[in-house]
């Protein structure tokens, strides 16, 4: 089963120096190196922060485009990491280090089937 670890980020928080971001950095690569070694990494990425985001609404035939995310809340989606794996709890364990290696909560879900 696939699952997506997704980055829980709060865009309102202090920026990393640079020492924390590249220790978290290698931390992350770490992480990645372990999961392709596994076998279980299918892909992951990093995303540009809300404010660079489009949402694009279709209602009653017309197309609206607005900047940033809709909803107003404190914690943004980040980046993600794709993976195959056997089950739930495999997901959790996999959360459980990506969560200490970027220091930041981590949300798991799983994919509702295969386009």
């Known amino acids: 089963m696939q699952y997506m670890l997704g980055v829980r980020i709060d865009e309102s928080a202090p920026a ?42 279709v209602q009653n035939g017309t197309t609206t485009m607005t900047d940033g995310p809709f909803a107003e809340t404190k914690e943004q989606l980040g980046g993600f990491w794709v993976l195959e794996l056997d089950d739930l709890d495999a997901a959790l364990a996999w959360a459980r280090k990506c969560t200490v290696a970027c220091g930041v909560p981590i949300e798991v879900r799983p994919f509702d089937g295969l386009a």
């Open 16 to 57: 990393y120096t640079d020492e924390e971001r590249d220790a978290m950095f290698a931390r992350v690569g770490a992480v990645n190196d372990e999961m392709k070694a596994e076998g279980i990494f299918l892909f992951a990425g990093g995303l540009l922060p809300s404010d660079s985001a489009t949402v694009v609404r």
